[in-house]
T-cell receptor, first 116, second 118 residues
Framework: KAGVTQTPRYLIKTRGQQVTLSCSPI?????VSWYQQTPGQGLQFLFE???????NKGNFPGRFSGRQFSNSRSEMNVSTLELGDSALYLC???????????????FGPGTRLTVL | AQTVTQSQPEMSVQEAETVTLSCTYD???????LFWYKQPPSRQMILVIR??????QNATENRFSVNFQKAAKSFSLKISDSQLGDAAMYFC???????????????FGQGTTLQVKP
């Protein structure tokens, strides 16, 4: 079974631009979560989608948004980029939408976003 | 709110020896899940081991085992017979079991970089 894929792997943007990152979950997985990883703040939860609905959102400004499609693929969008948005953005998928000991998250390789 | 703390930014171990990575957490919940994730330099995060808080028995996965002390809110990872491939950043993470809206939210510690010396 193919793992979680994220595209693009690397991205360079300038301040003020917007960016869209894509995540394809493992086949059959219905939940997708997004995390931002920076050296200073570590790994922080952005949001989670299940069945095309945002179920949970982290403490990020409204410039960060996402969506999920009927095939469970997800995109996240960052508008009006700031230098501080430079980070590794990780996507994770899990099979179900409810807590459970084996409902673990499988992570993708990440998208490295650099804002100049 | 729950928090996870890893107080060791860096650790090193000699190949074939044993190392323990520390993690403490804070929560008011009685049941939850704890995880250790490994992020090698290639950046793909993988699950090393999981522990369910309602289970008193410490989880074990081959060379990896945990020491789960619920009252002390401590969750350390022991790596036995360390191998060069164990070199990575290790993250301790917490996940609630309550509420269908919190299924995907992992709360991570700051991470510990493990160096394995040949």
């Amino acid at each position: 079974k193919a793992g979680v894929t994220q595209t693009p792997r690397y991205l360079i943007k300038t301040r003020g631009q917007q960016v869209t990152l894509s995540c394809s979950p493992i086949s059959g997985h219905r939940s997708v979560s997004w995390y931002q990883q920076t050296p200073g703040q570590g790994l922080q939860f952005l949001f989670e989608y299940f069945s095309e609905t945002q179920r949970n959102k982290g403490n990020f400004p409204g410039r960060f948004s996402g969506r999920q499609f009927s095939n469970s693929r997800s995109e996240m969008n960052v508008s009006t980029l700031e230098l501080g948005d430079s980070a590794l953005y990780l996507c994770a998928s899990s099979p179900r939408g409810r807590p459970g000991p084996y409902n673990e998250q499988f992570f993708g390789p990440g998208t490295r976003l650099t804002v100049l | 709110a729950q928090t996870v703390t890893q107080s060791q930014p860096e650790m090193s171990v000699q190949e074939a020896e044993t190392v323990t990575l520390s993690c403490t957490y804070d929560t008011s919940e009685s049941d939850y899940y704890l995880f250790w994730y490994k992020q090698p330099p290639s950046r793909q995060m993988i699950l090393v081991i999981r522990q369910e808080a309602y289970k008193q028995q410490n989880a074990t996965e081959n060379r990896f085992s945990v020491n789960f002390q619920k009252a002390a809110k401590s969750f350390s990872l022991k790596i036995s017979d360390s191998q060069l491939g164990d070199a990575a950043m290790y993250f301790c993470a917490y996940r609630t079991i309550y509420g269908s809206s919190n299924t995907g939210k992992l709360i991570f510690g700051q991470g510990t970089t493990l160096q394995v010396k040949p």
